[in-house]
């Protein structure tokens, strides 16, 4: 029986779905070449070969569940010569690892007393939203529902009241700081969420920036199947550019104002903040997929200029209301380094990572279709089926980060290096894409007998 204890070569993705532990610095000096899994009664093992870029030599990392499930390092193995030597060891040393669990898991001596589980239940079933009954009842929401239960094991809750909103009213709010952390790490920022506001601190090249995120909250539930005709199409493009202005004014102008206790200081006046960029990163759940077209409302209502014409906006108007626009011609909004507008922090995005890194659909396709850069960064349309082997997308994608031209802290954009930015110079809006780069996306699931 030992001799078929052999670890089972996976993809990247794979692995990566289930660790969120890598500190960023690793990658400077060395190179994770191949991944690994060993399964067996419930026991999982995960393994990574590196390559060291310094010592020219081959190391290997086992990772086991924690106490709190979280895949930790449990046997580190270095300075091997030949790839293929380091792998014979590797299966050799399984039968003594398996040795050491305890119901699966490695103990690792710092765990929490209580395992960050979001889908262990916490509210009434009366109380629990429909988005939460869809990844636990629809068989097609599986590997988003893995996804989030994984890179959930790795999240930190100050508040101390995330799962009961992400089961009840506010799952869309918690859903995108899921995805931010998601994106934060794959971006290679180290991520403090020890203070209570702002929701995160991210660091990278000696740089801490403040971030706070933001929803605007859904108007409605998806009781039905959403079927797009030319005439719902016409009315979601007009509802995104007559009304997103406004509901993007007052998200962000409340952030602005706002004062949280116990201090009453402004986000950029709290001692972990003082002097560091702080960026507003805002999601729209207004209306379903007004995410996919609200880009130009908001840009239009940052710079207070048309996206389409050029031409100057001083006021947005709607039926009798009107604003004023240029929220960063204002100079309230100076310390509001730039706004990063993220559109895809949806159950469908976490079921594409799913599908990617091999967790099994059964009787579904899901394709994905829309709008994506090629090599020399020029926007093509695109269709891929999401399970083809070939097909690729990281976590961040159709994110857009407006750069404040007045900032007193401005963000250097190559610390984002998957967003698009946009800059207004000398009176012209410019936008920066990434190469191969989804810059706006809808998925189509058909479903079989």
């Given at each position: 029986?030992?001799?078929?204890?052999?670890?089972?070569?996976?993809?990247?993705?794979?692995?990566?779905?289930?660790?969120y532990g890598?500190?960023?610095?690793?990658?400077?000096?060395?190179?994770?070449?191949?991944?690994?899994?060993?399964?067996?009664?419930?026991?999982?093992?995960?393994?990574?070969?590196?390559?060291?870029?310094?010592?020219k030599?081959?190391?290997?990392?086992?990772?086991?569940?924690?106490?709190?499930?979280?895949?930790?390092?449990?046997k580190?193995?270095?300075?091997?010569?030949?790839?293929?030597?380091?792998?014979?060891?590797?299966?050799?040393?399984?039968?003594?690892?398996?040795?050491?669990?305890?119901?699966?898991?490695?103990?690792?001596?710092?765990?929490?007393?209580e395992?960050?589980?979001?889908f262990?239940?916490k509210?009434?079933?009366?109380?629990?939203?429909?988005?939460?009954?869809?990844?636990?009842?629809?068989?097609?929401?599986?590997p988003?529902?893995?996804?989030?239960?994984e890179?959930?094991?790795?999240?930190?809750?100050?508040?101390?009241?995330?799962?009961?909103?992400?089961?009840?009213?506010?799952?869309?709010?918690?859903?995108?700081?899921?995805?931010?952390?998601?994106?934060?790490?794959?971006?290679?920022?180290?991520?403090?969420?020890?203070?209570?506001?702002?929701d995160?601190?991210?660091?990278?090249?000696?740089?801490?920036?403040?971030?706070?995120?933001?929803?605007?909250?859904?108007?409605?539930?998806?009781?039905?199947?959403?079927?797009?005709?030319?005439?719902?199409f016409?009315?979601?493009?007009?509802?995104?550019k007559?009304?997103?202005?406004?509901?993007?004014?007052?998200?962000?102008?409340?952030?602005?104002?706002?004062?949280?206790?116990?201090?009453?200081?402004?986000?950029?006046?709290?001692?972990?903040?003082?002097?560091k960029?702080?960026?507003?990163?805002?999601?729209?759940?207004?209306?379903?997929?007004?995410?996919?077209?609200?880009?130009?409302?908001?840009?239009?209502?940052?710079?207070g200029?048309?996206?389409?014409?050029?031409?100057?906006?001083?006021?947005?108007?709607?039926?009798?209301?009107?604003?004023?626009?240029?929220?960063?011609?204002?100079?309230?909004?100076?310390?509001?380094?730039?706004?990063?507008?993220?559109?895809?922090?949806?159950?469908?995005?976490?079921?594409?990572?799913?599908?990617?890194?091999?967790?099994?659909?059964?009787?579904?396709k899901?394709?994905?279709?829309?709008v994506k850069?090629?090599?020399?960064?020029?926007?093509i349309?695109?269709?891929?089926?999401?399970?083809?082997?070939?097909?690729?997308?990281?976590?961040?994608?159709?994110?857009?980060?407006?750069?404040?031209?007045?900032?007193?802290?401005?963000?250097?954009?190559?610390?984002?290096?998957?967003?698009?930015h946009?800059?207004?110079?000398?009176?012209?809006?410019?936008?920066?894409?990434?190469?191969?780069?989804?810059?706006?996306?809808?998925?189509?699931?058909?479903?079989?007998?």
């Open positions: 029986m030992l001799n078929n204890m052999k670890l089972l070569e996976i993809n990247k993705e794979q692995f990566e779905i289930y660790s890598r500190y960023p610095y690793v990658k400077t000096f060395s190179e994770e070449i191949c991944w690994f899994k060993f399964e067996e009664n419930e026991i999982t093992l995960l393994a990574t070969i590196v390559y060291c870029k310094i010592d030599d081959f190391n290997a990392i086992f990772l086991g569940r924690d106490l709190n499930k979280k895949f930790r390092a449990i580190v193995m270095v300075s091997f010569e030949s790839k293929d030597d380091l792998i014979s060891e590797m299966n050799a040393c399984i039968p003594q690892l398996l040795s050491q669990h305890n119901n699966g898991l490695f103990m690792q001596g710092d765990e929490a007393s395992t960050f589980s979001i262990l239940s509210v009434p079933d009366h109380k629990k939203n429909i988005y939460l009954k869809m990844l636990l009842e629809e068989p097609k929401h599986y988003a529902y893995i996804v989030m239960q890179l959930a094991y790795w999240f930190k809750d100050p508040d101390g009241i995330f799962i009961r909103d992400f089961q009840s009213a506010s799952f869309n709010s918690r859903l995108f700081e899921l995805y931010l952390n998601a994106i934060f790490y794959e971006m290679d920022f180290e991520i403090n969420r020890s203070h209570a506001q702002p995160y601190m991210i660091s990278k090249s000696g740089i801490e920036i403040a971030v706070e995120a933001v929803t605007i909250g859904e108007m409605e539930e998806p009781a039905n199947k959403l079927i797009l005709d030319e005439q719902g016409e009315n979601l493009q007009s509802y995104v007559q009304q997103m202005p406004f509901k993007f004014a007052r998200t962000l102008l409340n952030k602005v104002r706002h004062r949280p206790e116990p201090l009453k200081l402004c986000y950029w006046e709290l001692e972990h903040t003082q002097d960029p702080f960026m507003i990163a805002i999601h729209d759940y207004s209306r379903r997929m007004s995410m996919s077209f609200s880009m130009p409302a908001l840009q239009s209502y940052l710079y200029m048309d996206s389409e014409s050029g031409t100057r906006i001083e006021q947005h108007y709607f039926e009798s209301r009107s604003i004023q626009s240029n929220f960063f011609g204002s100079k309230k909004n100076e310390n509001v380094s730039a706004i990063l507008l993220a559109t895809n922090a949806t159950i469908p995005k976490f079921d594409r990572m799913g599908i990617i890194a091999g967790i099994e659909q059964h009787n579904v899901t394709l994905i279709r829309g850069t090629d090599d020399d960064c020029t926007p349309p695109f269709i891929a089926d999401v399970s083809d082997p070939s097909y690729e997308e990281p976590w961040c994608t159709a994110a857009y980060m407006f750069h404040n031209p007045n900032a007193l802290k401005p963000i250097y954009p190559g610390l984002f290096p998957n967003v698009v946009v800059f207004l110079e000398h009176g012209e809006l410019l936008q920066y894409y990434p190469p191969n780069y989804i810059l706006t996306s809808t998925t189509q699931v058909f479903e079989f007998e």
